[in-house]
């Protein structure tokens, strides 16, 4: 029973109580009718004093008005309290304290579904709170559907995150149902979970369907190519979202160009983010076909998709043309760099202002075409940087990520068939990827999360999503070749640069008819015999 109802009640019988045949007699005295009123008034609610001047005749219109003004509880405090004791879970008290706010934070309460259930029944009636995130909070899919159906009757939430709360099949059924009917919702995450292939079809439609989301964010699940392929066509429907992340899902080659199409026809989207995807030349060239069509978006993230020089030459083509689009993000990708500069050069209406390329190779060769470029593009950055063997920069070389794991096997005492076997247990002689990231993990191979992805994309050669002995061996192979060529180059550079820095500071000889004249101008045998080393250097020019 609500509380609206409930009091309601109360009052009824308030009312059969103060009737007519209900009024003491004349012989009754003064203190025993005060000892009555005084009992009614113990029953009634504090916040309806107001109530107790109303005559018997009883108007019971008035008393409506006045039971919704008095105790409705718009917070859902009471509610929550409730709800909490019949899910059997202890209330949360940042919530309950809270729920007069516009925005509440909470996650990695470690709420369950029964937690999430409570809130969810609190949020039904709740018109305070705007914003919520109930990220990280294990919920799974009962907890997932309950929130999904307060969504649908809640009209005031316009941000909702529930991100790592392992939703799947079931949730997300009730997610993509409830994103065709709520008009209120404007940013929705729900990231890092466990939607597939299976789902596809269903967010599908509830991109087609949704007129008001602006924000959304799918990325870290688990969506192959196929699913991008399904997706893709709705993507370009869609005709509010702004903002779309589905980066680290498994888009690949079909996925990359069925999305790619869609920024055809794509009327809203200005910022999307596509990176881990393994897109691949194919998906990069379908990408730059895509940017000479779209006029609206205006930033990209391609980063770490796999994308060498055919690639990134196809996605050049694009920007050559482009005029809207104002950050391009293709870092962690094993391309050249000057195709795009070359590119950018011929377009003098681009928009772009900034171009991000970590760990892209950078000489000096395209820095002098970088500085080049400001003369006709003054407003355009580049960032770049991060260590990385193949960048052109000074300092020491940033290791490879198959470098540091050979590494770690050598201190470990152990060998490459033995690192293996401890990460594939039903001993198939390949691991998927998820299971080389667990193994990774638990041994506590010292790779940070960028360079455990790069090293599965360096290990998955044949892109099938597993990775097998064999590839292990090859990738052992290739990094150990790559240390010797690396080794190799950087003992040239050093011995260049050894051997400018000794030109300056001990230069040939000269003539017999060039040297100096005696007396005080000339230098003395004892500042003649100092070591190099002794004396002060003359300052380097970089050219």
Known sequence: MSERSSSHSFRTTHLQISNEDDIPSSRQSKNDLMDDDQELEDQLPVEDDDSLDIDDSGWETDLEVEESKGNYDDTGRKTYIEACRLMKVTPVSFFSRNLHLTEIDLKHHGLGAAGAKAIAITLVSNTSILKINLADNWI?????????????????????????????????????????QNVTLLDLNISDNEFDLQLAPAFADAFRANTRLITFNLSKNKFDEKAGATLGPAIGFNSSIENLDISWNAFRRTGAIAIAVSLKNNVSLKKLDLSWNGFADEGAIAMGDALKHNNVLMELDLSNNRIFTPGIVGLAE??????????????YNPIEFFPILTFIKMNLGTALREIELYNVQVDEHVEEMMKGMKETHPDLKFIYGGGGAQLGRKGQPKRRPMQILREYITDQKMRLIDFFFALDKDKSMSITRDEFRTGIRRTNVPLREEELEQLLDELDKDGDGEINFSELVLGANTSKEGDRVQQKSEN?????????????????????????GSGSNRPSSRSRSRSPSMRSPSPVTNH
């Open 140 to 180: 799974g899919d009962d907890g997932g559907c309950a929130i999904a159906e307060m969504m649908k009757e809640n009209c005031y939430l316009t941000h909702l995150n529930i991100a790592g709360n392992r939703l799947g099949y079931k949730s997300g059924l009730a997610i993509t149902e409830m994103l065709q």
């Open 318 to 331: 694009g920007l050559a043309v482009n005029e809207t689009l104002e950050v391009l993000k293709i870092s």
């Open 492 to 516: 040239l550079k050093q011995k260049v640069k050894e051997d400018k820095i000794r030109n300056i500071l001990s230069p040939p000889p000269r003539g017999r008819n060039d040297r100096p």
